[in-house]
């Protein structure tokens, strides 16, 4: 069978792969942008550099933040499926593939959020202060209009790890690209129908990597 051949013959399987990772990808990415970014806030307002010591809301914060992401991915999406079959009825498909890879989102965005707003200049701080701003709106109008390039790019890099998790789903019965790279692309010995998942991958993640590197540049207040 040839390549082209192989193509037209996986092409509902591909069109199906790439329905599974868009709605895996949409609910993990919309959940990272919705808790993460809240998350990561939180944990910068009380990290000890801002709070001048160690509080136990930034130890428990700073604790399941490096627990889930330490844990190795496969093996907490394992350890999760009691726990999604609880919460949704059923742990497999990209519905509930699409829990884990969102809580995997939600820690590693939450601690880029932290780590951008840390780098914030202090002056910032102190002009909110001489102001009479709030709390709530310094972080609104001062920190996350001066760190707002800097997140940008910390959710894209959040997103692009997201989409090399999602082909992991694959092996548990999540579906998507990866499912599909591994069952009629590695198990059918088509290595070509492999490759072309392989690179509609790294397609998908430079173009997404492109559009986050042109949105930063364009709300950096720097240039």
């Known amino acids: 069978m040839s390549f082209m051949t192989s193509i037209q013959y996986y092409l509902p399987e591909l069109i199906l792969a790439l329905k599974e990772t868009g709605i895996m990808m949409g609910i993990a990415m919309t959940s990272c942008l919705l808790i993460g970014l809240p998350l990561g806030i939180a944990m910068f307002d ?6 001048g010591k160690r509080t136990i809301r930034y130890w ?14 496969l093996l907490f999406v394992i350890t999760l499926i009691p726990l999604t079959r609880f919460l949704l009825g059923r742990a497999f498909g990209p519905y509930p593939a699409s829990f884990s890879l969102s809580l995997i989102g939600i820690v590693i965005f939450a601690r880029l959020v932290e780590q951008v707003l840390l780098d914030v200049p202090v002056a910032t701080r102190e002009l909110a202060s ?8 310094y972080i609104w ?5 001066e760190a707002r390039s800097g997140l ?4 894209t890099t959040a997103v692009v790890s997201l989409v090399s998790y999602s ?7 999540g579906g998507g690209i990866g499912s599909f790279a591994l069952i009629y ?20 993640v430079f173009i997404i990597q492109m559009i986050g590197n042109q949105v ?8």
């Open 216 to 223: 930063a540049y364009k709300l950096d207040k720097r240039k």
């Open 130 to 137: 001489a102001l009479g701003a709030t709390k709530w709106q």
């Open 152 to 155: 940008v790019l910390g959710y």
């Open 46 to 51: 009380a990290n000890p550099q801002i709070q």
């Open 141 to 145: 109008h001062f920190l996350l209009a």
């Open 185 to 204: 692309g590695y198990q059918s010995y088509q290595y070509g129908i492999m490759g072309l998942a392989i690179a509609i991958m790294i397609f998908l």
């Open 167 to 173: 082909t992991v789903m694959g092996i548990i019965g």
């Open 60 to 73: 428990l914060f700073n604790f399941i933040v490096t627990f889930v992401r330490s844990f190795p991915y």
